[in-house]
């Protein structure tokens, strides 16, 4: 045989949406039976596979996903930020225990500099027929975060470079699970040449037939399971070198839909609920949510946020409630249903000038209903802002705790780790900041809730 196919599969960003997930399963087991005995295959996955607002992952805490990939026949996968910042220590130390696949990542340690036990920084993988392929990946740097977890981000691309180089002369090809987003990886194209294939993600950006860019090619499959991704590359053995590369994408909608999709559906969903499905707190009292006014589920957890960050006030939006708040028993999957976001609590020291520019531009009429996606936000629309401890008379003179708002003076205001990147609030991503890990802004209200029964 002098040249030979190899047939490469991938998914990413799927952020637990599992309505797509029965067809992907059922077309890649189709396609590992067709390939099976005949050709080299292999099926990857690129990071976020799990989002802790599905209902399934958060009852799991991502091990239900471990099992869908198990399940699906994957052979790597690489971890995206989902994996990486939405779980505590432990929880993503324990999340693969059961993985059938490898995952690989390249730049990520432990505190200590120590590479966990459940990741390869890089793995060499051999065909039946000799084939070597170096398999490399990066996780994008969301350094604060890691390391209040725990953990340790290297510089993705110089952290690519140098394990490019240990390998280069044990393989003949170079595939690279990227979880860094669509410029880096076009700067990996320019700076890392023996890299033959990145496969993409993090931005959710799709190429339908591939995108060659400094003779690398760049494979990537959207996000939600809108695709299946498939690279296809020809290897001469005589002369030992790939001699084409190319790319596709199947759509979701054109492929077969399982005949008990309905029932897997549902299966997952039950799980999710059966597990969430415990007592944390007896509420006092009916909280109503209202995306567009104050609203007693607001001001309750206006107060939550405050008692647990002690800080002197408090900013957020109202889009964020998405269910009212029943009076008695309040479970984990009623929190979950309310505050289903990813979204960690934060705390910003600002300057009185600094604040009163915050409430300035809280202000924009877009805002309200402003559908935002990404940011950790998995509501509909943003809502009206929201303030404890930090009014503004009619005459536009703003106070914190009863206070009339000093320009040089530092306020501690506590929000939500979305606004820190810093598309809504500019200062807000140069400011120094508090986050509070591994809690979610629904943990916040378990702990409040909790606390009020005392």
Same mark, same amino acid.
């Given at each position: 045989?002098?040249? +030979? ?25 189709? #396609? ?43 052979? @790597? ?18 999340? @693969? ?12 340690? $432990? ?13 060499? %993988? ?5 084939? #070597?392929?170096?398999? /490399? ?14 953990? %340790? ?18 393989? $003949?090809?170079? &595939?690279?699970?990227? %979880? ?28 339908? +037939? ?6 690398? &090619? ?36 054109? &492929? !077969? ?18 597990? &969430? ?9 009916? =909280? ?14 206006? !107060? ?30 009623? =929190? %979950? ?34 559908? /935002?996606?990404? =940011? ?65 802004? #629904?943990? /916040? =209200? ?9």
């Amino acid at each position: 045989m002098l040249r +030979e196919t190899i047939h490469i599969y991938h998914t990413n960003d799927l952020h637990s949406h599992l309505e797509n997930w029965p067809t992907i399963h059922q077309f890649l087991s189709a #396609r590992q039976k067709m390939h099976e005995g005949h050709d080299s295959y292999l099926i990857l996955d690129i990071g976020d596979h799990i989002d802790r607002s599905n209902i399934f992952t958060e009852g799991t805490l991502g091990k239900g996903n471990v099992e869908l990939l198990n399940e699906a026949g994957y052979d @790597y996968v690489t971890i995206g930020n989902n994996e990486g910042i939405t779980l505590s220590h432990e929880e993503l130390d324990e999340m @693969y225990t059961d993985a059938n696949f490898d995952v690989v990542v390249s730049n990520f340690t $432990d505190k200590n500099g120590i590479i966990p036990s459940w990741i390869l920084p890089y793995k060499i %993988h051999k065909t039946s027929s000799g084939i #070597r392929i170096g398999l /490399v990946a990066a996780t994008a740097d969301f350094g604060i975060y890691y390391e209040k977890l725990g953990w %340790h981000i290297q510089q993705p691309i110089n952290r690519l470079k140098e394990v490019c180089e240990e390998i280069r002369d044990k393989v $003949d090809i170079i &595939l690279c699970m990227s %979880h860094l987003g669509i410029s880096q990886d076009e700067i990996i194209t320019e700076q890392i040449p023996q890299i033959d294939v990145i496969f993409g993600s993090h931005t959710h950006h799709f190429f339908d +037939e591939g995108k060659v860019l400094n003779g690398t &090619l760049q494979a990537a499959a959207g996000k939600y399971g809108a695709y299946v991704g498939k690279v296809t590359i020809e290897f001469d053995h005589s002369v030992r070198e790939i001699t084409s590369k190319q790319a596709v994408l199947y759509p979701i909608e054109s &492929l !077969e839909i399982p005949q008990n999709n309905a029932e897997q559906l549902a299966f997952w969903q039950q799980i999710g609920k059966t597990k &969430l499905d415990y007592p944390l707190f007896i509420n006092q009292t009916f =909280l109503k949510r209202d995306w567009f006014e104050p609203s007693s589920m607001s001001g309750f957890f206006g !107060e939550a946020l405050l008692a647990f960050t002690g800080a002197d006030c408090a900013m957020y939006p109202a889009g964020i409630f998405l269910t009212d708040l029943q009076e008695g028993i309040i479970t984990a999957g009623d =929190l %979950h249903r309310l505050l289903p976001h990813p979204i960690n609590p934060c705390v910003i020291s600002l300057t009185g000038a600094e604040l009163l520019e915050a409430v300035e531009l809280s202000k924009n009429e877009k805002w309200p209903l402003l559908e /935002v996606k990404g =940011l950790g936000f998995r509501g509909k629309y943003l809502g009206a802002m929201q303030f404890q401890q930090l009014f503004e008379d009619v005459e536009g003179d703003v106070y914190v705790k009863g206070e009339l708002v000093q320009l040089e003076k530092i306020y501690h205001l506590a929000t939500l780790d979305m606004f820190t990147f810093g598309y809504f609030f500019p200062s807000f991503k140069f400011a120094k900041k508090q986050y509070f890990m591994p809690e979610f802004i #629904r943990d /916040v =209200l378990k702990w409040y809730g909790q606390r009020q029964e005392k």
